[in-house]
């Protein structure tokens, strides 16, 4: 599978007064690029809403490694880390590099599926794990009961 990878641009809104990037700023761009590849691969948010689904979050961690600054260029990828054979729960990682080759920060997201309707935990459709099929795997990935 292709790496999948989002180029991301530092706004002068995403910075503390530090003048490096917040760090609620590496959690929503983790979103951006997790919502990005499951649109382009299938897993729209019309699809999830037709379907009554949506993808919940138990753990959001990141591990921040080098400061990120106004200018820097930023490029933050995905991949699925640990999953059910079934694709109902998982685990995906992000990692944010900048300036080409030095690595920013590691966005570690354990998350499951809900029915929208009943607001319970749900098993996905085929299509979610046709999307979850052609999602990159990490080099230690692997498949959980």
Not at 56 to 77: H, M, Q, S, W
Not at 106 to 135: C, H, Q, S
Request: glycine share 4%.
């Amino acid at each position: 599978m292709q790496e999948f990878v989002t180029p991301i641009e530092v706004r002068w809104s995403d910075l503390d007064p530090n003048v490096h990037v917040r760090h609620s700023v590496y959690y929503d761009w983790g979103a951006l690029c997790r919502i990005r590849f499951l649109n382009e691969h299938g897993l729209s948010t019309a699809t999830m809403q037709q379907l009554q689904i949506g993808p919940i979050l138990f753990r959001e961690e990141c591990i921040f490694k080098r400061e990120i600054r106004l200018g820097d260029p930023v490029t933050i990828n995905v991949e699925l880390v640990k999953s059910r054979k079934d694709y109902s729960r998982w685990t995906f990682r992000h990692t944010m590099m900048k300036n080409p080759g030095t690595l920013a920060a590691i966005l570690t997201v354990d998350g499951a599926w809900i029915d929208i309707a009943k607001r319970k935990l749900a098993n996905p459709y085929e299509v979610v794990a046709a999307t979850f099929e052609a999602m990159p795997r990490a080099e230690d990935f692997q498949w959980t009961e």
